[in-house]
């Protein structure tokens, strides 16, 4: 096997574990601990500075599907939380921008299903969106 699949294993694999772990909190607490935010970022920076994506110039690239999160975040006055946008920030570390991009879309779409049951339902509490973005990434994964 060789060395750059083994490091294509490695980042889903991390982008799993943090997706699960932060899935929980999100449901459990609705709201993301910031020491869970920041040392997932150092680890997804070490995950880049191992293998190489810190001197590929893309980091940028990598960080867009998050920024725009971000953005929307400040848009919709936190519809879409900053946990959600720094999330998909650190996600795109271990995936890259189009795989980042594509669990987002899938992510949307999912939850779209969901919130719009519940209106049907007329229940108003906010629904969680990482445990959606989880379960985009599984798709994403079991596609490829």
């Known amino acids: 096997m060789n060395r750059l699949l083994i490091n294509e294993y ?39 500075a191992v293998t190489g994506g ?42 890259g921008a189009g795989k980042c991009a594509a669990v987002c879309g899938i992510a949307f779409i999912l939850s779209g299903i969901f919130t719009t049951g519940k209106i049907c339902l007329e229940k108003k509490e906010p629904v969680p969106f990482l445990p959606f973005l989880l379960g985009a990434l599984e798709v994403v994964l079991l596609v490829e």
């Not at 982008?15 to 899935?23: D, E, P, Q, T």
């Not at 867009?64 to 650190?90: K, W």
Request: hydrophobic share 55%; proline share 1%; charged share 15%.
């Open 10 to 48: 490695a980042g889903k694999c991390l982008a799993l574990l943090f997706l699960a772990w932060f899935s929980a909190e999100d449901i459990r607490r609705k709201q993301l601990s910031l020491a869970g935010l920041f040392g997932s970022s150092l680890i997804g920076i070490i995950y880049l």
């Open 54 to 95: 810190l001197s590929d110039g893309k980091l940028l690239y990598r960080m867009l599907p998050g920024l725009f999160l971000i953005l929307l975040a400040y848009l919709t006055s936190e519809q879409v939380g900053y946990g959600d946008g720094l999330a998909v920030l650190i996600l795109g570390c271990f995936l």
